[in-house]
């Protein structure tokens, strides 16, 4: 928001400002006379009471020869009654006895040691007295008799006529003021207005010039500063006046030059329009060419002359003239340069003054560069007089300059598009034909390629079926030597039964059938039948036990088989049955099915199993993979060859509420340059190995939204897989 004071006239902020001074002065006489008439009127008061003390001490003194105090009494009583300004005249003695007289009479008293100070001088001012109820102006003096302290005598003087004389003092001021503030406003607007008539007159015509009409000439005699701004205006005026007159050519020359399609038919008028507006003596268009010694020749093709100032053809001797011949060597380098030249001709060489013609005075030269090359220049002369060209001409014949380029590069652009569209049509048909024969060869290898995206589509088919076939029989086979060693277990087992001990009693009874109660009396053989079939009896029971285990073994590997193949037919389908398990069961359930082969290379297993509570897990997906990592980490100790064979088998959450299963082992270990490429489809380090196991377990990992990764340090230190499956949110106890 624009401040008030911002938004007054000039002529106000000056009768403010002298109103303003005057005012302040005013304020300073003020304050220093009215202080200066208070400490008048104290002063007499002061005088007045110091009077009175006088005539007082004198009676006071006698009194005390005489110890007769009703002379003092009737003296203060005379005095109070010849004085009525007077209010009270109190004698007090060092004890603090007193004699008090007033207007009522007079009385005795005792009196505080207000009225009987320590410090003995002279005092006054004004105060109020609680004793009389009035404010007062209380003159004081120590009285003293013979070099004895008597004690102090207190006037009291009536503040009417201080105050009446105050009041008369502000009332006579403030009158003063008043009228000296009116004579100040007057005189301030008065001096305003004849400082500022100039300056309203010079802002009227700054106001038509800002409107547009830029004839408008400031008439200012004032004689001083702003006359002399007046001049400097009216100056730039008829300079924005013809700054705009040549704006007006320059706009006129664009739009000229941009409207017709040959540049020569309009380039006459055009050089009639700058040259007017730049009020010159003649304006021209030279263009260099080259001469028949192959040197570079220019000739003056355009010309303007203002009438009176020359012939209206351009003279002979500028055309095909040659620049070097000619001895203008220093103008060719400058204008080669892309420079313009400006001089007086009084200033220029012989050889430059032959050229110019000798009405000439002033002359400047703008070069036409087209592509980076020289191809001609532009120029104005002024006639019988010198002129000093400034930045709006310069500026202008610039533009004319860069107009005229443009133009001539237009000019030359259409005639090679006319001449190029002489052969376009042939063109046209040569490239319809390449198009065509192109057109024809894109279709065939369209098709082809339609045709290899079909067999590659069924390549990749095929690979998949390959790939997910692989996987099971990977599986299966895994779970199939499980079976195969807890069957060949159970058939070594039946070889040895004790069902043949049966079989040699059973033939011993039927021999002894006809005496068989002695024979089981007295015989020693028969004797021993009860105790060896109660043996026999135990050791079949014992037997028949660990069969059925193995049985139920078998049939939970049967059960993984139809699980495997079941999952590997709903691949990228249907995502696996999700079951809350014990994950620690899960994992024996894995080392169950790899039991047999651990016990046979004498593996030792060492669980870290944290207490966990059951997830929701794919039972079958998870353990296919932990049952190729165990295999894996057997192999790898079977190759290893370590006396101490050790798989450490650890189960814990992680912080991120992440399951993490690692499964570590002290075999042969992982090569670095194997660490990245060991989960690839087909990779494998094993004569015997196939490269599926590990890959489908990682695939396994990733579809339930896990990962499985590896560590190892090297060939011959082991290697540690971890699989990590999500189970955040799940929080049921196993």
């Not at 007295?129 to 102006?137: Q, T």
């Not at 204008?335 to 005075?361: C, N, W, Y």
């Not at 004498?602 to 079958?620: F, Q, V």
């Not at 002290?666 to 599926?692: C, D, S, V």
Request: hydrophobic share 45%.
């Amino acid at each position: 928001m624009t401040r008030p004071w911002k938004r007054m006239g000039i002529g106000l902020k000056i009768a403010l400002l002298a109103w303003s001074v005057t005012l302040l002065a005013l304020l300073i006489f003020v304050a220093a006379i009215i202080p200066e008439q208070q400490r008048i009127f104290i002063e007499n008061l002061n005088s007045k009471g110091r009077g009175s003390a006088v005539s007082l001490q004198d009676v006071a003194a006698s009194a005390l020869v005489t110890q007769d105090f009703s002379t003092v009494v009737d003296h203060c009583l005379q005095l109070l009654k010849g004085d009525p300004a007077l209010r009270y005249l109190v004698l007090v003695r060092m004890d603090g006895y007193s004699l008090i007289s007033d207007h009522s009479g007079w009385r005795q008293g005792n009196l505080d040691t207000t009225w009987r100070p320590a410090e003995r001088r002279e005092r006054s001012g004004i105060e109020f007295k609680p004793m009389f109820g009035m404010r007062v102006f209380n003159y004081s003096i120590p009285f003293n008799y013979s070099g004895i302290e008597w004690g102090w005598i207190h006037i009291g003087l009536s503040l009417d006529s201080y105050e009446g004389s105050i009041a008369k003092v502000y009332f006579r001021t403030a009158v003063l003021a008043m009228i000296c503030v009116a004579i100040s406003a007057a005189a301030s607007i008065g001096y305003a207005r004849r400082l500022v008539r100039p300056i309203g007159s010079l802002h009227e015509v700054v106001r038509a010039v800002a409107r547009g009409h830029l004839f408008a000439r400031a008439d200012v005699r004032s004689g001083d500063e702003i006359e002399s701004l007046a001049h400097s205006f009216n100056r730039m005026t008829a300079a924005l006046q013809h700054r705009d007159r040549i704006l007006e050519s320059v706009r006129f020359a664009a739009q000229t030059l941009l409207s017709t399609d040959d540049w020569r038919t309009v380039i006459r008028d055009v050089l009639a329009k700058l040259g007017q507006s730049a009020e010159v003596g003649s304006a021209y268009l030279f263009e260099n060419h080259p001469g028949p010694d192959g040197a570079l020749h220019f000739s003056q093709r355009y010309a303007w002359i203002a009438p009176g100032c020359g012939p209206s053809q351009a003279p002979a001797r500028w055309r095909n003239l040659s620049w070097h011949a000619a001895g203008l060597d220093s103008w060719a380098d400058i204008f080669q340069r892309g420079e313009f030249a400006s001089a007086h001709v009084r200033e220029l060489g012989d050889a430059e003054r032959a050229v110019i013609d000798p009405q000439v005075k002033s002359l400047m030269l703008m070069p036409i560069m087209i592509g980076g090359a020289w191809w001609g220049l532009i120029g104005y002369d002024q006639w019988n007089q010198e002129r000093e060209w400034n930045d709006a001409e310069r500026d202008s014949l610039k533009a004319a300059a860069d107009m005229l380029r443009a133009a001539i590069e237009r000019k030359r652009t259409q005639d090679a598009l006319l001449e190029a569209k002489q052969t376009l049509e042939q063109r046209v048909r040569e490239r319809t034909c390449e198009l065509q024969e192109q057109m024809s060869a894109k279709e065939r290898a369209h098709a082809a390629l339609a045709e290899a995206q079909q067999n590659l589509v069924e390549i990749s088919r095929r690979a998949g079926m390959a790939e997910v076939a692989t996987g099971v029989l990977h599986n299966v086979g895994n779970v199939l030597n499980s079976v195969n060693v807890s069957v060949t277990l159970v058939h070594h087992r039946l070889r040895r039964s004790g069902a043949r001990d049966l079989e040699q009693v059973l033939a011993l009874l039927r021999e002894h059938e006809a005496d068989l109660p002695r024979f089981l009396a007295s015989d020693p053989r028969g004797q021993s039948f009860p105790n060896f079939l109660s043996q026999l009896t135990e050791h079949l029971a014992k037997e028949n036990d660990w069969v059925r285990n193995e049985v139920k073994s078998v049939m939970r590997h049967v059960e993984h088989i139809k699980e495997i193949v079941a999952m590997q037919q709903s691949y990228a389908q249907v995502s696996g049955l999700r079951e809350r398990l014990a994950v620690s069961q899960l994992m024996e359930d894995a080392l169950q099915i790899n039991a047999a082969a651990f016990q046979r290379h004498g593996i030792e297993l060492e669980r870290h199993y944290e207490t966990l509570p059951s997830l929701l897990l794919e039972r079958h997906k998870v353990l296919q993979v932990l049952v190729n990592i165990l295999r894996n980490a057997k192999e790898a100790l079977v190759e290893g060859g370590a006396a101490s064979k050790i798989i450490r088998i650890r189960i814990a959450n992680s912080p991120d509420q992440t399951l993490q299963i690692s499964i570590a082992d002290n075999g042969i270990g992982i090569a670095p340059e194997n660490l990245t490429r060991i989960f690839q489809h087909g990779f494998t380090t094993r004569k015997t190995g196939h490269g599926f196991g590990l890959h489908s377990g990682a695939l396994a990992a990733k579809e339930m939204g896990g990962s499985l990764s590896v560590q190892s340090d090297g060939l011959g230190r082991g290697a540690t897989f971890v699989l990590e499956l999500p189970i955040a949110g799940q929080c049921e106890s196993a």
